[in-house]
Nanobody, 115 residues
Framework: QVQLVESGGGLVQAGGSLRLSCAAS????????MGWYRQAPGKQRELVAT???????NYADSVKGRATIVRDNAKNTVYLQMNSLKPEDTAVYYC?????????WGQGTQVTVSS
């Protein structure tokens, strides 16, 4: 089992940046996949970015070039750096980890981008 706590969300103007953090309650070094999803009002939850234990990353087309996912195994934390934010990035951002066969989610952190 693992508990995930996100932080770093908030209100930011278009063009600004945010760094989201996800702190895990246990060591993440052996966790194969960690990632971030987001859900905007009235829309389905969608993938933002993932990172494997080997450091391989994957990004949604909508954030490529603007987002960077990093995991710090020493701090049991995964980060999502978002730059050049757009109003359409407004959503609740959720941290997720896969510990086969289960998927764990954090409680989410709100990101609001004003135009």
């Amino acid at each position: 089992q693992v508990q995930l706590v996100e932080s770093g969300g908030g209100l930011v103007q278009a063009g600004g940046s945010l760094r989201l953090s996800c702190a895990a309650s246990r060591s993440i070094s052996s966790i194969d996949v960690m990632g971030w999803y987001r859900q905007a009002p009235g829309k389905q939850r969608e993938l933002v970015a993932t990172i494997t234990s080997g450091g391989s990353t994957n990004y949604a087309d909508s954030v490529k070039g603007r987002a960077t996912i990093v995991r710090d195994n020493a701090k049991n934390t995964v980060y999502l750096q978002m730059n050049s934010l757009k109003p359409e990035d407004t959503a609740v951002y959720y941290c997720t980890v896969v510990i086969t066969p289960r998927v764990y989610w954090g409680q989410g952190t709100q990101v609001t981008v004003s135009s």
